[in-house]
C-alpha cells in the first residue's frame, strides 16, 4: 500500500540503519536519546551499588523470587509471570502474548539475571535503548547497549564488559546482528538466554512490520541450546501463527494473557470541531498530565502542537520530517518531564517504557485494531486510571476506503486491509460494549466492563431505514438521470434542500429526493452516511471519494433489508478537575503526593534521566497512603527494591515528614 506523502512509514525513525558495517549518522554525529550530539555511555551499571556484583565462579546466582523482592521491590508475580519465568531457567522457550503494562520485561529480566551469562535483547529502538538501560542501572542491574549512537570507544568498553561476564543484559537492534563481527563477539562471551521484543514486527500482516526481524530465526540456527523468548503485547491469531513460524518457535510454551486493561477507559466521539474536542479533554480530566495525541500527517501534528500550546499546555510535535535532533530532544522532555503532551504520527511510540501516560488520543481513524490496541496500550502502564480517546468522522472513512483502493498490492493485500478497517469501523459504531469488542477481536470473550463509552452513556439503536433509502436514492439518481458522481457534503447538500451554485448549476433541484431530508441536520445525515460505508451499504470510488452504491444496497432500497443506525447519546460536560491520578488519591495524602513528584522531578533532572526511573507514580502513590516513618516501612512498599531503597530513603522520609 502506497503512503501518502503527509503520512509516515511503519517504523520508527530512530531505529539501527541499515548497514554492513559501522555506518556514521548521516548528519555527522550520533544522535543520542537525550537530543543532539552525545558521546554515550557505557551504562554497565558499574557505578552503581548493585545486589548482584560480579559473579564469581563460586558465587550463587539469585532466584527469581529473591530477584524480584531485593532488585525490582515486589513482592510476589503477577498472571503468569512466574511460569513463564521458570521456563527460560530451565532452557525452554516461550512465546508471550501480554498488554503493555502486563509486566513482559520482567519475563526475561529476571531469568537473566538467574541464568549464567548475559541476556541478549533485540529491541527494534535504538532511541530508546539508553533510557532501557537507565531504568535497570538504578536497580542494580548491570546492563549495556550496542547500536550507531555510540563511537568506537563506547562500544569496545561494552564489548568488553560483555565478554569478561559483566554484563547482566546486553541490547541490540535487530539490524546489528546483520554485521558478521555482532555473531562473533556473542560467540566468545556467555550467551544466558535471547529475548525478542516486539516480535509482532516479524508479521507482514501485522502493523508494525520490519523486515530485518525476519532474519532473527538466525538465532535458533546458530545458537539452538540457547533459551529463547519472544513478546508482543498485540497479535491476532493469525499474526501470533507467523511469530511462531517466522522466529522457528514451534517448540515453545505459548502463553497468553488476557488482553484487557481495565484501568483504560475507551471513548470514541463523532468529529465536531476535534482540537476543541481534545482541548476540552486534557483541561477537564488531564490538566497536568502526561499524554500522547496521534494524528495523521505531519501537518496536521504541527498544527494540533501549536494549537495546544497556544491554549497553555505543554505539548511537542514528532514526525520524521522534523530533524533528527528536533525528535530527540522532544522525545527526551516527554520521557524525562512531567505533564508534557507528545503530538505526533505513528512514527512515536513502539517501545515507548514511560509508565505515567495518562491519555492517548486519536484525531484520526486508525488503520487497524490491532494499531489502535498497541496506541491505546502506551496509556496507563503503571495500571493507574487512563483514557483512551478517539474523534473521528465522515472525512477518516472515505480517506481510509480512498488509500485501500489506490494501494499497490493484489487483491488479497486490499482484501486484508479493508478487513481491518471494517473492524476498526464496528468498534467505532458499536452500542454494545465497546472493550467486549476490542477484545472479541483477539479472541477473548468478555462481559460488560462498565468503563467504556458506550456502558457509560449507552448510544440508542434506532431504526435507520428510511434515512438510508433517501440517502441511497439520491446516490443512483445522480448517476442514473445526471451520469454523475458526487461526495457526501453534496449529497447532503441535495437531501438538506440547500441552494447552492451546485445543486442549481448541475438542476440537482430537480431531483425527487431534493430537500427530503430536512429530519436531520447536516452533521446527523453525515453520521447516516459514514456508518452505511462502514456497513458496506456505500462504496467510495476514485481520487476524490465520491459516494456510490453497492451491491447489498439493492436490499435497502427494495425494502428487503433493514438498517439499524447508532444515534449518538447525549455527552454532558465533564467538569474541570485534577489528574486522574491525584484525584483517585484520599484527600489527606493529596498535598504529599504532589510533594513527592516535585522530589522526583528534582531528581531526574540532577541525573538526566526519566522521572519514572527514579520512581513511578503507583510508587509514590503507594508512599503518599501509607506515610511511611521508617525505612523498614519504605521498604515494604512495592516498587522500592533494596537498590532504591539505599539510595533515596532517607530523602523521601524526609518529603513524608515535611508534609
Given at each position: ?28 554525529g550520533p544522535v543520542s536519546a537525550r537530543g543532539g550530539v552525545d558521546a554515550g555511555r557505557a551504562s554497565t551499571g558499574s557505578g552503581s551499588a548493585s545486589p548482584r556484583a560480579a559473579r564469581s565462579a563460586t558465587a550463587v546466582a539469585p532466584t ?264 530527540a530532544a522532544n522525545q527526551s522532555r516527554f520521557l524525562r518531564e512531567d505533564g508534557v503532551v507528545m503530538v505526533a504520527t505513528i512514527a512515536f511510540g513502539m517501545g515507548i517504557d514511560k509508565p505515567d501516560v495518562r491519555f492517548v488520543a486519536h ?182 471519494g465520491t459516494l456510490a452504491v453497492t451491491e447489498a444496497s439493492a436490499a435497502v432500497l427494495d425494502g428487503s433489508r433493514r438498517v439499524k443506525l447508532r444515534k449518538e447519546p447525549e455527552r454532558s460536560s465533564r467538569s474541570a478537575k485534577k489528574s ?80
Amino acid at each position: 500500500m502506497p503512503w501518502n506523502p503527509e503520512e509516515e512509514p511503519p517504523f520508527d525513525p530512530f531505529a539501527e540503519p541499515p548497514f554492513d558495517g559501522e555506518a556514521p549518522f548521516p548528519d555527522g554525529g550520533p544522535v543520542s536519546a537525550r537530543g543532539g550530539v552525545d558521546a554515550g555511555r557505557a551504562s554497565t551499571g558499574s557505578g552503581s551499588a548493585s545486589p548482584r556484583a560480579a559473579r564469581s565462579a563460586t558465587a550463587v546466582a539469585p532466584t527469581a523470587l529473591e530477584a524480584l523482592e531485593k532488585i525490582f521491590g515486589y513482592d510476589s508475580f503477577r498472571n503468569q509471570q512466574a511460569e513463564i519465568i521458570d521456563t527460560l531457567i530451565a532452557g525452554g522457550d516461550a512465546l508471550v502474548l501480554m498488554p503493555t503494562g502486563g509486566g513482559k520485561s520482567l519475563c526475561y529480566q529476571i531469568p537473566a539475571l538467574v541464568r549464567d551469562g548475559t541476556g541478549v535483547v533485540i529491541s527494534p529502538l535504538i532511541a530508546l535503548m539508553q533510557d532501557q538501560v537507565d531504568a535497570l542501572t538504578a536497580v542494580g542491574v548491570r546492563a549495556g547497549f550496542l547500536n550507531s549512537t555510540q563511537d568506537a570507544g563506547e562500544r569496545s568498553r561494552v564489548e568488553r564488559a560483555y565478554l569478561d561476564g559483566e554484563l547482566d543484559l546486553l541490547y541490540l537492534a535487530p539490524e546489528r546482528l546483520r554485521v558478521s563481527s555482532t555473531a562473533q563477539l556473542l560467540d566468545r562471551g556467555t550467551i544466558s538466554l535471547f529475548a525478542i521484543d516486539e516480535a509482532h514486527c516479524v508479521s507482514q500482516w501485522g502493523h508494525d512490520f520490519r523486515p530485518d526481524y525476519l532474519q532473527l530465526s538466525m538465532l535458533h540456527e546458530r545458537w539452538p541450546t540457547v533459551p529463547r523468548i519472544a513478546l508482543t503485547a498485540t497479535a491476532t491469531e493469525v499474526t501470533h501463527r507467523e511469530i511462531a513460524t517466522k522466529l522457528q518457535l514451534g517448540e515453545a510454551k505459548h502463553f497468553v494473557s488476557s488482553f484487557d486493561r481495565p484501568n483504560i477507559q475507551y471513548r470514541i466521539e463523532s468529529k465536531n470541531q476535534p482540537m476543541q474536542q481534545l482541548l476540552a479533554l486534557i483541561r477537564s480530566e488531564h490538566a497536568g498530565d502526561a499524554g500522547i495525541v496521534y494524528c495523521l500527517s505531519r501537518a496536521s501534528v504541527e498544527k494540533t502542537a501549536d494549537f495546544l500550546v497556544e491554549n497553555g499546555i505543554t505539548a511537542l510535535p514528532y514526525h520524521a520530517g522534523l530533524d533528527s535532533r528536533i525528535r530527540a530532544a522532544n522525545q527526551s522532555r516527554f520521557l524525562r518531564e512531567d505533564g508534557v503532551v507528545m503530538v505526533a504520527t505513528i512514527a512515536f511510540g513502539m517501545g515507548i517504557d514511560k509508565p505515567d501516560v495518562r491519555f492517548v488520543a486519536h484525531l484520526d481513524l486508525p488503520k487497524s485494531v490491532e494499531g489502535y490496541y498497541q496506541e491505546t496500550g502506551r496509556a496507563g502502564r503503571d495500571g493507574l486510571p487512563s483514557t483512551a480517546w478517539l474523534a473521528y468522522g465522515l472525512q477518516d472513512v472515505v480517506q481510509q476506503r480512498r488509500m485501500i483502493q489506490q494501494s499497490e498490492g493484489d487483491d488479497a493485500f486490499r482484501r486484508r486491509l479493508g478487513a481491518n478497517l471494517d473492524a476498526m469501523l464496528a468498534l467505532c459504531e458499536t452500542i454494545e460494549c465497546r472493550r467486549m469488542q476490542l477484545l472479541a477481536y483477539f479472541g477473548e470473550t468478555s462481559a460488560p466492563c462498565g468503563n467504556c463509552d458506550t456502558c457509560l452513556a449507552p448510544p440508542e439503536g434506532i431504526d435507520g431505514t428510511i434515512p438510508a433509502q433517501k440517502l441511497l436514492s439520491t446516490v443512483v439518481r445522480l448517476l442514473r438521470e445526471k451520469n454523475q458522481r458526487f461526495g457526501a457534503g453534496h449529497i447532503v447538500d441535495i437531501l438538506l434542500g440547500k441552494t447552492t451554485p451546485r445543486t442549481t448549476q448541475h438542476g440537482h433541484d430537480q431531483l425527487k429526493t431534493f430537500g427530503i431530508g430536512t429530519e436531520l441536520s447536516d452533521q446527523e445525515w453525515r453520521g447516516v452516511v459514514r456508518q452505511l460505508l462502514a456497513q458496506g451499504l456505500l462504496a467510495v470510488q476514485g481520487e476524490y471519494g465520491t459516494l456510490a452504491v453497492t451491491e447489498a444496497s439493492a436490499a435497502v432500497l427494495d425494502g428487503s433489508r433493514r438498517v439499524k443506525l447508532r444515534k449518538e447519546p447525549e455527552r454532558s460536560s465533564r467538569s474541570a478537575k485534577k489528574s486522574k491520578v491525584a484525584s483517585d488519591l484520599p484527600a489527606q495524602s493529596v498535598d504529599l503526593f504532589e510533594a513527592l513528584r516535585a522530589w522526583r522531578s528534582s531528581e531526574a533532572k540532577a541525573q538526566e534521566v526519566p522521572a519514572y526511573i527514579i520512581f513511578g507514580d503507583a510508587t509514590l502513590r503507594g508512599i503518599a497512603i501509607s506515610r511511611p516513618g521508617s525505612l523498614a516501612e519504605l521498604g515494604g512498599i512495592s516498587g522500592v527494591g533494596e537498590n532504591k531503597l539505599a539510595k533515596y530513603g532517607e530523602a523521601l522520609l524526609e518529603v513524608v515528614a515535611a508534609n
